[in-house]
């Protein structure tokens, strides 16, 4: 594997970096600061962190913009109604369709999510992607072995 790896990071995983100052999840956000990931989100992702923040911890907002620009973040096109409609259709879910359907429009090389209802678990999903999905720590085992290993 060549470059650094682009990962998308699901409202729950980044929620997960900004909440805790440790960490799978803050891991992932310290490896994109220092420019050894690229770290990708949609639109539908960056609304519902916002969302959840002002309800959950508005302290956290100024976190979120100071964060995301050290980070460098790419922010992924929407994907068309086509690729929507199978995301939505194999997670059940409309607002994780989308969130699904960006990710698989961006070139993401791994999925980082908390979400066991609707990615986690959903074994069918798994067999349809065209790259792997799991937990931040899940995420960090796949980079030691794809990157860092291979590298010595």
């Known amino acids: 594997m060549a470059g650094r790896p682009k990962v998308f990071l699901d409202t729950s995983a980044l929620f997960a970096g900004l909440w805790s100052d440790s960490g799978g999840a803050r891991q992932i956000l310290k490896l994109a600061e220092a420019g050894l990931i690229t770290l990708i989100v949609s639109p539908q992702v960056l609304s519902e962190i916002e969302n959840n923040?002002?309800?959950?911890?508005?302290?956290?907002?100024?976190?979120?913009?100071?964060?995301?620009?050290?980070?460098?973040?790419?922010?992924?096109?929407?994907?068309?109604?086509?690729?929507?409609?199978a995301a939505r259709s194999i997670t059940g879910h409309p607002g994780d369709g989308r969130v699904l359907a960006d990710a698989w429009e961006s070139g993401a090389d791994f999925f980082v999510t908390l979400d066991r209802q609707h990615f986690l678990d959903n074994k069918s999903l798994r067999a349809a992607l065209p790259f792997p999905l799991g937990t931040?720590?899940?995420f960090l085992l796949w980079y030691r072995h794809n990157y860092i290993e291979k590298a010595t």
């Open 53 to 85: 923040l002002r309800r959950k911890a508005p302290d956290l907002l100024g976190k979120l913009a100071v964060l995301l620009d050290r980070v460098g973040l790419v922010l992924a096109v929407t994907a068309p109604g086509t690729r929507y409609e």
């Open 136 to 138: 931040p720590g899940d």
